[in-house]
């Protein structure tokens, strides 16, 4: 089956900081989903971007199809976007979605 | 906006005991899936059901099952509760499998002790 990677696995950053994400995957997908996972465990939809740049407010995403891989950019940092931050494709006719091993993002007051 | 509403949010359970597991999909989302996320794990894509009938299965235990209602709701059933059945469990919608723009709920979270 296809394979998500994420990396880093784990980022600890001072307030105001930027940071980039970055999901690599193994074969071609269907879509791709950004998600963040907060402190309560609730999992948030960021972006869904199969190709091109998304950009939301402080987040932007990319993602390069032919080069099987999406970066997600987090700027001026605040401590509310700390969490888990988990890519996830689909990459077949099955519906399902297959999540990477996450990014687990501190962000210091 | 509407969203995916999950219940019960927690829940307490002793081994071998059963438990039911409800998913309320986004209004005219057809296709509902579930998913186990294990303490410090990714979540794991359980079963997924396209207008009432199963449509991808995943690693779901047998003492685990599922369905999708006339209403589009879809209840997780699982019995003979474990120790590692504790888990986050998410209930996901989307609109179209073609498009599978997946939404997810707050999760339940079920302890087993």
């Known amino acids: 089956g296809i394979q998500v990677e994420q990396s880093p696995p784990d980022l600890i950053l001072q307030e105001g900081a930027n940071s980039t994400l970055r999901c690599n995957f193994s074969?071609?997908?269907?879509?791709l989903q950004w998600f963040h996972q907060n402190p309560w465990g609730q999992l948030i939809n960021l972006f869904y971007i199969p190709s091109g740049t998304k950009q939301n407010g402080r987040l932007s995403a990319t993602t390069v199809a032919t080069e099987r891989y999406s970066l997600l950019y987090i700027s001026s940092s605040q401590t509310t976007d700390s969490g888990v931050y988990f890519c996830?494709?689909?990459?077949?006719?099955?519906?399902?979605?297959?999540f990477g091993s996450g990014t687990r993002l501190s962000i210091r007051p | 906006a509407a969203g995916v509403i999950q219940s019960p949010r927690h829940l307490i359970k002793e081994k071998r005991e059963t438990a039911t597991l409800k998913c309320y999909p986004i209004?005219?989302?057809?296709?509902v899936y579930w998913y186990q996320q294990g303490p410090g794990q990714d979540p794991q894509f359980l079963i997924s059901f396209y207008e009432k009938m199963q449509s991808d299965k995943g690693s779901i235990p047998d003492r685990f099952s599922a369905q999708q209602f006339s209403d589009y709701h879809s209840e997780l059933n699982m019995s003979s509760l474990e120790l590692g059945d504790s888990a986050l469990y998410f209930c996901?919608?989307?609109?179209?499998?073609?498009?599978?723009?997946?939404?997810f709920g707050a999760g339940t979270r079920l302890s087993v002790l």
């Open positions: 996830a494709v689909d990459y077949s006719s099955a519906s399902k979605i297959i």
């Open positions: 209004p005219r989302h057809d296709t």
């Open positions: 074969d071609s997908v269907n879509n």
């Open positions: 996901a919608s989307s609109p179209d499998v073609g498009a599978n723009i997946q939404y």
